[in-house]
Nanobody, 126 residues
Framework: VQLQASGGGLVQAGGSLRLSCAASGRTFSSYAMGWFRQAPGKEREFVAAISWSGSSARYADSVKGRFTISRDNAKNTVYLQMNSLEPEDTAVYFC????????????????????WGQGTLVTVSS
């Protein structure tokens, strides 16, 4: 599956953005999905993940309560709704995919993913 992330941009602190990750291929519904981010000079970090069925999700502590991951398997798309954005959220955001059998399995380790999108830049100004 090939992934294309979009929706990044410049937003003021406290604002919102919704990222989208469109996947090619007819087997999207068998893939667990994740969002990761990488700030300048820092390592890539986990943000959120969702199971192939959408029944389970997990978040990094730093975004819990502010970000929501969701998916629409009919549209081959996963979303990341980001609210109450903070300057510390500034980063390039990547979506990732991996095949998964369990309908509630989620993966927080970047090494678990086999497919990656190109990234979309989110800049939050103070």
């Amino acid at each position: 599956v090939q992934l294309q992330a979009s929706g990044g941009g410049l937003v003021q602190a406290g604002g919102s953005l919704r990222l989208s990750c469109a996947a090619s291929g007819r087997t999207f519904s068998s893939y667990a999905m994740g969002w990761f981010r990488q700030a300048p000079g820092k390592e890539r970090e986990f943000v959120a993940a969702i199971s192939w069925s959408g029944s389970s999700a997990r978040y990094a502590d730093s975004v819990k309560g502010r970000f929501t991951i969701s998916r629409d398997n009919a549209k081959n798309t996963v979303y990341l709704q980001m609210n109450s954005l903070e300057p510390e959220d500034t980063a390039v955001y990547f979506c990732a995919a991996r095949r998964s059998l369990g309908n509630s399995d989620v993966y927080t380790n970047s090494g678990s993913y086999t497919n990656w999108g190109q990234g979309t830049l989110v800049t939050v100004s103070s």
